[in-house]
């Protein structure tokens, strides 16, 4: 699989990156190898090419750049960018794949990706850490030589004029990512997905940290062993790791974010908080907490909460008749509802109940003892159904039937009101979606008349797109309030995830109005078995008698 990193630069000295390229290096300190003579050795096959320049002269030409537009002459601006193409090990032997190919392909990459920039492209065989895998390096200079054709990608309005600097953006990283796929693809290359997020990610400085910190310990054991003891730990761990490995623990026992909570307060001295629909862990050595996004995905939120369910779940098939299990309809899991905090809602399904009828009110069980007998006897079998419901759901008094009835109504209602909102969000984001649509396809125009000698003819010729991209741009300036508008892809993706949860929430809805009207069932037939009509009638035939 090929795989994309990216290093910014602010050193000044580009001639360090030929050295690098070049020469062989130290890979845990990154410092020059010396021979016996104190000479660098060359590395031993390297591929190298220059874009706009002559790889050899690339440190001249890019200070000559510099100069001549007056950039990168402060020493915290950013010089240079570093981009690293890394092939599968198994390309070598399965794809023969070959350094003078993996050339040929990413020089045809940087000349299609990074037009107008000084660029040196080297590919090596040597690969990291013996592994033998081909990589090429693309280092640019950060400023732009030549004038490009705009692509979709460039945010700023002079993002591929000659004098601007690069600006490596999450758009880009994506573009070039999805273009990498493609690549390899085509070639027939081992490749997997760079753009769903890692289940487990471990960056490119976590990595190193371990590498380091396993050679200090492996140092520190041999003194150890050598004095005749036997070491503790020989595997290093960094703290992003020992979070997983302590989340990978208590989340295969744990039913519910409480108990995932506890337990690993409790085993592990690590701290979880859930904010803004995320986790995020703090390390009993830290005082800043990791998010779940440092972590991966298999440590966030939804994926852990699916295991809470999973497990809730279980443990309720367990405990219920497994007759009927099987014919009760489940609900669907929502990954949006918090269901730590509400349990009972994954397992609650509606019931057969139906109300028991009150004889004394129904006119036509008082005109017909046939009906009324019969009326009676459907009463005698909801109860029945009624005592069982309550037994089975643990209702062991006529308070805490109540106190759920209020719980439910009271989320009901919540429910609503949240899908209220959300279809408040969706209207006002169609609108924005509309406009940016209607700002887009009228820009063009506006800028030409902007560019025009006589604006106002121009504005006659075009007033109709003058006005509506006017329009769309107040719209959007007032709802953004002075910042960058959103572009429409992103746009779109916050429809499609809030028309998501809009689908969720009437969901929601829907099972929370079926709860309640169950629950009102029971609470009505309870209040009816609890009635004493005979004691009634009794007292009624005294006062007949007193009267």
């Given at each position: 699989?090929?795989?994309?990193?990216?290093?910014?630069?602010?050193?000044?000295?580009?001639?360090?990156?030929?050295?690098?390229?070049?020469?062989?290096?130290?890979?845990?300190?990154?410092?020059?190898?010396?021979?016996?003579?104190?000479?660098?050795?060359?590395?031993?096959?390297?591929?190298?090419?220059?874009?706009?320049?002559?790889?050899?002269?690339?440190?001249?030409?890019?200070?000559?750049?510099?100069?001549?537009?007056?950039?990168?002459?402060?020493?915290?601006?950013?010089?240079?960018?570093?981009y690293v193409i890394s092939f599968d090990p198994k390309d070598k032997d399965e794809c023969h794949l070959t350094g003078k190919r993996a050339q040929a392909l990413c020089l045809e990459f940087a000349k299609k990706y990074f037009p107008g920039y000084q660029a040196l492209v080297v590919t090596h065989t040597d690969g990291h850490s013996g592994s033998g895998n081909i990589h090429t390096h693309?280092?640019?200079?950060?400023?732009?030589?030549?004038?490009?054709?705009?692509?979709?990608?460039?945010?700023?309005?002079?993002?591929?004029?000659?004098?601007?600097?690069?600006?490596?953006?999450?758009?880009?990283?994506?573009?070039?990512?999805?273009?990498?796929?493609?690549?390899?693809e085509q070639e027939g290359l081992h490749q997997v997905d760079l753009l769903t997020p890692a289940p487990v990610k471990?960056?490119?400085?976590?990595?190193?940290?371990?590498?380091?910190?396993q050679k200090k310990l492996d140092q520190t054991n041999q003194k150890i062993i050598a004095a005749g003891m036997k070491p503790k730990k020989t595997v290093y761990q960094t703290q992003k790791q020992y979070l997983r490995d302590a989340i990978n623990?208590?989340?295969?026992?744990?039913?519910?974010?409480?108990?995932?909570?506890?337990?690993?307060?409790?085993?592990?001295?690590?701290?979880?908080?859930?904010?803004?629909?995320?986790?995020?862990?703090?390390?009993p050595d830290r005082t800043q907490p990791i998010t779940e996004r440092a972590l991966g995905t298999k440590y966030g939120r939804a994926e852990l909460i699916n295991k809470f369910v999973i497990k809730l779940k279980e443990s309720s098939l367990e405990n219920?008749?497994?007759?009927?299990?099987?014919?009760?309809?489940?609900?669907?899991?929502?990954?949006?509802?918090?269901?730590?905090?509400?349990?009972?809602?994954?397992?609650?399904?509606?019931?057969?109940?139906?109300?028991?009828?009150?004889?004394?009110?129904?006119i036509k069980a008082q005109q017909s003892r046939a009906y009324a007998r019969k009326v009676e006897i459907s009463n005698l079998q909801e109860m029945a159904k009624t005592v069982v419901y309550i037994q089975e759901n643990g209702y062991d008094t006529r308070e805490n039937l109540q106190s759920r009835l209020t719980e439910i109504e009271s989320k009901y209602d919540s429910s609503k009101e949240d899908l209220g909102s959300i279809n408040s969000e969706i209207k006002s984001l169609k609108d924005e979606i509309h406009f940016t649509?209607?700002?887009?396809?009228?820009?063009?125009?506006?800028?030409?008349?902007?560019?025009?000698k006589n604006k106002k003819k121009s504005r006659a010729e075009h007033q109709g797109d003058i006005t509506a991209y006017e329009k769309a741009r107040n719209y959007l300036q007032n709802i953004n309030q002075g910042k960058r508008f959103s572009s429409l892809q992103s746009l779109t993706s916050q429809l499609e995830n809030l028309q998501n949860q809009q689908k969720t929430l009437k969901q929601n809805v829907k099972y929370y109005k079926d709860y309640l009207a169950e629950l009102k069932i029971v609470s009505s037939n309870v209040d009816a078995i609890l009635e004493q009509p005979p004691a009634r009638k009794q007292t009624k035939t005294r006062e007949e008698e007193l009267s």
């Open positions: 699989m090929a795989v994309l990193k990216h290093i910014k630069s602010r050193n000044a000295d580009y001639s360090k990156a030929i050295e690098y390229l070049l020469f062989q290096h130290n890979e845990d300190t990154g410092k020059p190898i010396l021979d016996e003579q104190g000479r660098l050795p060359m590395r031993e096959e390297y591929y190298i090419d220059g874009l706009n320049c002559d790889p050899m002269s690339f440190d001249t030409e890019c200070e000559q750049l510099n100069a001549a537009f007056h950039k990168n002459q402060k020493w915290d601006e950013i010089k240079s960018h570093h693309i280092v640019i200079n950060s400023l732009r030589k030549e004038t490009v054709e705009r692509e979709d990608y460039m945010d700023q309005p002079n993002d591929h004029v000659a004098g601007y600097k690069h600006r490596q953006t999450k758009k880009l990283l994506r573009h070039l990512q999805r273009n990498l796929m493609e690549m390899c471990i960056t490119n400085e976590e990595y190193w940290a371990k590498r380091r910190g623990d208590v989340s295969s026992t744990a039913s519910s974010f409480d108990e995932f909570q506890k337990l690993l307060l409790e085993k592990y001295k690590i701290s979880v908080s859930d904010k803004r629909g995320r986790y995020s862990y703090l390390h219920a008749p497994s007759n009927d299990w099987d014919k009760r309809p489940q609900v669907d899991y929502d990954p949006t509802y918090d269901y730590h905090a509400d349990p009972i809602a994954i397992i609650f399904v509606r019931s057969d109940l139906h109300l028991v009828t009150d004889l004394q009110t129904c649509k209607q700002y887009l396809a009228t820009k063009k125009v506006y800028n030409q008349m902007l560019k025009s």
